[in-house]
C-alpha cells in the first residue's frame, strides 16, 4: 500500500507504479476517483490546494538554495542594502585595479556574506512561495486581483470591462494590441508594413504558380522537360522539382493569367505521364519561420556568364559577380570591430574579435556568413589563475548583467570555465548588447553541441555571423588556406577553388540534408582541391616554420613557397580533376593534405603512432584528414549518396566537355543549343584493333555485347553490306535502341552480385547479364535510338556510332562506358564460340 495525500488529508491506495500518466484510479475505501500524475519531483513540491506545493513546506530545492536566493541576496545588496558602497566599490576598482581595489573594499562586501541576512532573504522568500502555493497565483496575478476588487468597490468595474474588451489582436505579427488606438499605431509603423509588403509579395507569387502533385518517381523528369510541356499556358520563369523523391514540382509563370489557364485545364501531360494541375497554397507563418536568404541568383549569375565566349572569361566573370568585393570585406570587418567595441564593457581592454574563414581567405562568396571568434591577449588555455578573488562559474552564469558591466571579466576568470559555459556566458552578454542597442544584433542563439561551441547572431540585419570563442586552430586554418591561394602569381588556385565551388553549388551538394548532415562544405572543397594540387606537385606539401607554435596541442605554425601555375589551363585541371576523383578508390583511402599524399590505413597508423590521433580519427565513406589538427577527418559526416551524386555530375561534366571544351557553362550544366558542336555528338569513332577477324565476327560480337548482355533492343532493320568505291573498305551497321539506363550504376550492381554468386566469377560474360537484369528493375527510363557502323581496312576494325534520336548529354555518356566495356569483353567474344541470333 502506499500512501498519497490529498485535500481531505492522506488516504490509502494502492501502489501507482503500473498506472500510466493520465489513468483513472478508484479508491477502494471510499470510491474517490483520482487522475494518476507521475512527476520526478518530491511530494511537498506538487502537493498542496492547487498542485504546485505545500505552502506549509519550509525545505529548499537545489536550485532555491545556490541560485534563486544567491540571484536575490545580490539584488538586494546591490539596489537597497549596499547601492552606496557598491559605486563607491565601481570608483574603487576603476581607480585601483581588479586585485588591489577588491583587497581595499572588503568592508563593503561583508554585507553578501551575512549569514544573518540571507536567513533573512530567506525567509522573504519562503513565505512569498507558500503565498503563491496557498493561492495558485503569484505578486503580479494577486496585485491584479486587489486592484480588481478596488475597483469593483468605488463601482468603476465596468469602465474596466470597457477597457480589456478593447483588446485587439493583430495576426500578421502576433502580438496582442491593448486598445484600437494602439493598433492604429501598430499598424502604420515600419515593422508592420514591412510583413504587409512581405505577404503580398509571397501571395503574388503563389497566384501565378501552379503546384503539379503525382509524378511517378521511377520516371525521369527534368527541369526542362517540365518547362517545355507548360509552356503552352505562358512564359514559364522558375521550375522547383522535388530533388528528394520527385513526386511533385512547383511552376511559376511569368504573368498570373498563365497559372489560371493551366488551372482550368485541371490536367497537363509531361512526357508520359498526365498529372493534375492545382493551385498553389502558402502559409506565410510558416514561410517565414523556415525561411533562408538567398543572395545569389544562380540563373542570372549564369546568364552573365554566358556573355563571354571562352572558359578562362567566363571564370573572370564569376569571380567578379560570386565573390566578396574589397568594400564587402572591409564592411564585414567593420562588424567585428563594433563588436569589439561593444564587448570592451564586459571584458577587459584587451579583448578583440578576428574575422576568418571564407571573408579571410578571399574564397568568400555573397552569400557566405561571417566566420569570427572572440580572442583575449593571452591564450585560454595560458591564462594564469587569478587566485582566490577571481569569481567561479556560477558567479559568471547567474549574476545580474550589470555586475560585469561594473566588474569587467578578465582572461584568467574567463577561462576556468569549460567551453560551453564560454559560450552560455557570451551569449548573455549579446542579449545584453542587443538590449542596450550599442551594437546592431538579433536573434541571437548559442550551439552547444558543435565541434566548436559557437552563438549564432545577426549583424546589421543582414549578415549571419557565428561567434566561438579562443578559435586559434580556425584562424590558423584559414590563414593556411589564405596562403595557398596567394602563392599562385597568375591566381589560378583562387579561380579553380571557386569555381569549383559554384559547380558544387549549382549540383546542389552544398545544400544542407534536413534529416542529416550529410552534405559538402566549402572547407571539404577546398581541401579537395589542395590534395589534388598536391598530388601532382603543382604545390609542395605543408610546411613548418622555423619557430614552433603550438595551440591545444597541435602546431598551427606553416610557410607556404611561391609557385607559378600560369602554365597551366582551367579547363585542363578540372577535366583532370575530375577524373582523378571519379577514378579515386575511396575505401580504406586517407588524403593527407599535410603530407600532400593519399595514404591508406595502415600506412595512416604508421605514420601517427600517437593514441590521441589514431584511437580519435575516424573512417567514413570520405576521409580527409585535417592539415593542422590531424585527429579530425573534416568530411566525416559527408553520406555515399552526396560522394556519389558527385562523381555522376563529375562524368555528366567530362562528358559534356567532350561537346564544348572551351566553356565553363559545358561543365555546370547541359547546354540546349549546342548549335555546331551538335555534329561530334551525333558521330563518335572508336578504334578497336581486333586481329584477323572479319568485319561480320566483329559486327556479330558487338550485336552480342548490345542485345545479350546490355538488353538494347535491335531495330527492324536487318544490317546489310553497304557498297563503296573501295572495293577494300567493307562497313556494316547496325541500329539499335534503349528504353533503360542500363550502363550506369552497373559497379555497385556488380559487386553485390560477386559476393552473393561466387560462381559467376569465372564466367564474367554471365556476370554482366545478371548485373544488366537488376539495373531493369531500378533503372530510369529513357529513349535512345542510335545507328553503329563496323568498319574494316586490312586487318583493323573500327566502331562508328551515330545518334539517331534523344539526348546528345544522354548519348555521350553511354559513348564512354562504350569506350572501356566493349574493348573488355570483344576479344573474349570472338575467341569463343556464342549464339548468333537469327535474321
Known amino acids: 500500500m502506499k500512501t498519497e495525500c490529498t485535500t481531505d488529508g492522506p488516504i490509502k491506495t494502492d501502489d501507482l507504479h503500473h498506472l500510466r500518466e493520465g489513468e483513472i484510479f478508484v479508491d477502494s475505501e471510499s470510491g474517490q476517483k483520482f487522475r494518476v500524475r507521475k512527476t520526478a519531483l518530491p511530494q511537498q513540491s506538487i502537493g498542496g490546494p492547487h498542485g504546485v506545493g505545500d505552502p506549509n513546506d519550509r525545505s529548499l530545492r537545489r536550485l532555491e538554495a545556490d541560485v534563486l536566493i544567491p540571484d536575490r541576496m545580490n539584488e538586494r545588496v546591490q539596489k537597497v542594502e549596499c547601492r552606496e558602497s557598491l559605486e563607491g566599490l565601481t570608483r574603487c576598482l576603476k581607480k585601483e585595479g581588479s586585485l588591489i581595489g577588491m583587497r581595499k573594499c572588503q568592508k563593503e562586501l561583508e554585507r553578501f556574506n551575512d549569514p544573518w541576512f540571507r536567513q533573512k532573504i530567506t525567509d522573504e522568500y519562503i513565505k512569498e512561495r507558500a503565498e503563491y502555493r496557498r493561492t495558485g497565483k503569484n505578486v503580479m496575478e494577486r496585485r491584479w486581483e486587489d486592484y480588481c476588487d478596488y475597483k469593483k468597490k468605488r463601482g468603476d468595474w465596468i469602465d474596466l470591462g470597457d477597457q480589456m474588451a478593447g483588446v485587439q489582436w493583430c495576426d500578421l505579427c502576433k502580438v496582442q494590441i491593448s486598445s484600437k488606438v494602439l493598433l492604429n499605431m501598430h499598424e502604420n509603423g515600419k515593422r508592420h508594413h514591412k510583413r504587409v509588403m512581405e505577404r503580398d509579395a509571397m501571395l503574388a507569387l503563389a497566384a501565378r504558380s501552379v503546384f503539379i502533385s503525382g509524378l511517378n518517381p521511377e520516371i525521369a523528369v527534368t527541369e526542362s522537360e517540365i518547362s517545355n510541356a507548360l509552356s503552352c499556358f505562358g512564359k514559364v520563369e522558375r521550375v522547383h522539382l522535388d530533388i528528394k523523391s520527385g513526386k511533385y514540382v512547383i511552376v511559376e509563370f511569368d504573368e498570373e493569367f498563365s497559372a489560371h489557364k493551366a488551372i482550368f485545364e485541371d490536367k497537363v501531360r509531361i512526357g508520359r505521364q498526365v498529372v493534375p494541375v492545382r493551385a498553389r497554397s502558402i502559409n506565410f507563418d510558416q514561410c517565414k519561420a523556415n525561411s533562408k536568404i538567398h543572395v545569389i541568383d544562380t540563373d542570372k549569375l549564369i546568364n552573365e556568364i554566358n ?346 561534366a567530362l562528358s559534356r566537355t567532350k561537346i564544348v571544351p572551351d566553356s565553363f557553362l559545358a561543365v555546370l550544366q547541359e547546354i540546349c543549343d549546342i548549335g555546331a558542336a551538335e555534329k561530334s555528338s551525333l558521330d563518335y569513332t572508336l578504334e578497336i584493333h581486333v586481329g584477323d577477324y572479319q568485319a561480320d565476327q566483329c559486327m556479330n560480337a558487338v550485336n552480342h555485347i548490345f542485345v545479350n548482355i546490355l538488353a538494347f533492343l535491335p531495330a527492324v532493320e536487318p544490317f546489310g553490306k553497304r557498297p563503296r568505291l573501295d572495293d577494300t573498305l567493307n562497313e556494316l551497321y547496325r541500329v539499335y535502341l534503349t528504353k533503360r539506363r542500363t550502363w550506369v550504376g552497373r559497379r555497385q550492381k556488380r559487386r553485390q552480385i560477386m559476393r552473393e554468386y561466387s560462381a559467376l566469377l569465372n564466367n564474367p560474360i554471365a556476370l554482366e547479364g545478371a548485373v544488366t537484369q537488376q539495373i531493369n528493375q531500378t533503372s530510369a527510363e529513357t529513349s535512345l535510338c542510335f545507328k553503329t557502323y563496323v568498319k574494316q581496312k586490312a586487318s583493323e576494325c573500327s566502331l562508328k556510332f551515330v545518334l539517331i534520336n534523344g539526348s546528345p548529354m544522354e548519348f555521350n555518356s553511354l559513348i564512354h562506358f562504350l569506350q572501356h566495356f566493349i574493348p573488355a569483353h570483344l576479344s573474349k567474344l570472338l575467341s569463343s564460340p556464342f549464339d548468333v541470333p537469327m535474321e
Open 307 to 652: 556573355g563571354s565566349t571562352t572558359f578562362a572569361g567566363q571564370v573572370d566573370t564569376l569571380l567578379k559577380l560570386y565573390c566578396l568585393s574589397d568594400v564587402e570585406v572591409e564592411e564585414r570587418t567593420n562588424c567585428t570591430q563594433m563588436l569589439a567595441v561593444a564587448f570592451s564593457n564586459y571584458f577587459s581592454s584587451d579583448v578583440h574579435v578576428r574575422i576568418f574563414g571564407s571573408s579571410l581567405t578571399s574564397l568568400g562568396t555573397k552569400d557566405s556568413d561571417i566566420d569570427a571568434s572572440l580572442f583575449f591577449n593571452v591564450p585560454l588555455t595560458e591564462a594564469t589563475c587569478a587566485g582566490d578573488l577571481a569569481r567561479n562559474k556560477y558567479i559568471l552564469l547567474t549574476c545580474d548583467i550589470t555586475a560585469l558591466r561594473g566588474r569587467k571579466v578578465c582572461a584568467e576568470e574567463y577561462a576556468r570555465l569549460s567551453e560551453a559555459d564560454r559560450v552560455r556566458l557570451l551569449n548573455k552578454i549579446v542579449n545584453d548588447i542587443r538590449k542596450r542597442g550599442t551594437a546592431l544584433v538579433t536573434g541571437q542563439y548559442p550551439i552547444l553541441d558543435a565541434r566548436c561551441p559557437l552563438v549564432r547572431l545577426i549583424v546589421n540585419r543582414k549578415h549571419t555571423m557565428d561567434l566561438s570563442v579562443d578559435n586559434y586552430l580556425g584562424y590558423a586554418k584559414s590563414n593556411w588556406l589564405r596562403s595557398i591561394v596567394h602563392c599562385d602569381s597568375s591566381q589560378l588556385i583562387r579561380k579553380f577553388l571557386v569555381s569549383f565551388r559554384f559547380w558544387a553549388h549549382i549540383n546542389e551538394l552544398l545544400k544542407v540534408d534536413e534529416r542529416q548532415r550529410s552534405h559538402f562544405n566549402a572547407y571539404i572543397l577546398n581541401l579537395l582541391c589542395v590534395i589534388y594540387l598536391q598530388l601532382y606537385n603543382y604545390i609542395p606539401p605543408l610546411q613548418r616554420a622555423q619557430k614552433e607554435v603550438v595551440v591545444n596541442g597541435w602546431r598551427i605554425d606553416f610557410v607556404v613557397d611561391h609557385v607559378d601555375l600560369s602554365c597551366l589551363t582551367l579547363e585542363k585541371l578540372f577535366k583532370d580533376f575530375f577524373i582523378w576523383f571519379v577514378q579515386l578508390k575511396l575505401k580504406d583511402t586517407i588524403l593527407c593534405p599535410y603530407l600532400g599524399n593519399t595514404v591508406s590505413f595502415d600506412q595512416f597508423q604508421q605514420l601517427y603512432p600517437d593514441s590521441s590521433v589514431r584511437s580519435v580519427f575516424k573512417l567514413a565513406h570520405l576521409n580527409i584528414q585535417d592539415p593542422l589538427e590531424w585527429s579530425h577527418n573534416v568530411s566525416m559526416l559527408v553520406s555515399e549518396k552526396y560522394i556519389s551524386a558527385m562523381r555522376r555530375q563529375m562524368m555528366f
